[in-house]
């Protein structure tokens, strides 16, 4: 019995690794790098998309996926700013998966985005086990969530190419030490960037966007 | 296929829910209240467990079970205040469920417990549909979460008992509307107790410590 639950699970695996690659190979097809956001829930993910649609206005065209337990709450945010948006409701499901982002592509103009954001549902477990098909993985950790979260949530932070620190402009108000924070991230993970922001005040934001506009494919 | 995979979901839940009133069978033989304490990740459970184990001191006796991904920084802390504590790491786990409880009552001292705090797992969405055997479920949400989360994860919201909106201190810092917070609470769950605290500073503790002693049973 143990046997057949772990080959269930590798099947669930297996078959979302590959859905992915396939989702993948549709989005270098279209020249689009997609970029999966994953954090716990409320440490600035929305915030962080709207700010970088504005920031890169008339240099990248954007397209999001808005991954959400239930409620259509950011997608809405987005839409308002005239930016194509798919909202994913999961229903109870805890992280997006590749079949899901494939329904997403479906409704989504490719040929004219060169960058699409896909917000994760917001769990700092889940989401990390299941590749969508994305370029890049950014994970946005919140400075009143604390310093130690690395160490309690080792694989989200082990597999990101971006860390982004957020809420910055809180950091006078609390206990958090930032180099503790770096340095149990590189321990886990030692060529990822890290990078301090606030998406209130727009602190730290050019790095972030420099690093996007680097990822940009030539169409 | 699919009616397949459904039936073994309902029976992980039903074997859970089984085990579940095993454990609160145990519990009320031992005159133990257990609370078992929910949120996102860094939202403050451990600070709330501390703080509450050194408000009660002298006035209930406790026990606690920290739930972690990985890691053990919570259950240390714990231990070095004296307190009967058993981690349990879920090894890539999202929550904890009835039989990780069994195992953790197997090994704290529940005849001289009134209280028995479950730390879950950091996480706003599995953790609700898994019963431990507790009495009672409490949620934290951490004002810099923002106050729309109630309709982000309306299942935990749903489920408590208790809300307690933690990190008071930091309001004069943040675009937060309590009273929209705490309506969208209601919306969801009208008969729910919402408690403003702040571990950090010990504001408002003093209504959620009376609640507590409230639920102490006669030994």
Redesign the interface.
């Known amino acids: 019995m143990a046997i057949k639950v772990i080959t269930v699970k590798e099947d669930v695996f297996g078959a979302n690794e590959e859905k992915a690659k396939q989702n993948q190979q549709r989005l270098d097809g279209s020249g689009v790098t997609a970029v999966n956001i994953m954090s716990?829930?409320?440490?600035g993910k929305t915030s962080l998309i709207l700010g970088t649609i504005k920031g890169l206005q008339g240099r990248a065209r954007i397209s999001v996926v808005e991954g959400?337990?239930?409620?259509s709450?950011d997608a809405e945010k987005v839409n308002q700013q005239g930016t194509p948006v798919v909202q994913i409701n999961t229903d109870?499901g805890?992280h997006l998966d590749a079949n899901m982002m494939a329904s997403a592509l479906d409704n989504l103009p490719l040929a004219e985005t060169d960058l699409l954001f896909i917000e994760n549902?917001?769990?700092?477990?889940?989401p990390a086990?299941f590749a969508l098909g994305e370029h890049k993985r950014v994970v946005i950790a919140?400075l009143?969530?604390?310093d130690?979260?690395p160490?309690?949530?080792?694989?989200m932070f082990t597999e990101a190419d971006v860390v982004l620190l957020n809420?910055a402009?809180?950091l006078p108000?609390l206990d958090f030490n930032v180099e503790e924070f770096e340095k149990a991230v590189r321990g886990l993970n030692p060529g990822v960037s890290i990078m301090q922001v606030s998406c209130k005040t727009g602190e730290g934001m050019d790095a972030w966007l420099s690093w996007l506009l680097g990822q940009v494919k030539q169409k």
Chains 1, 2 share one sequence.
Request: charged share 25%; glycine share 12%; net charge negative.
């Open positions: 716990s829930p409320g440490a959400d337990v239930a409620s709450v109870g805890c549902v917001g769990n700092l477990i889940c086990e919140s009143p969530e604390g130690d979260k160490y309690k949530y080792p694989l809420k402009d809180l108000y």
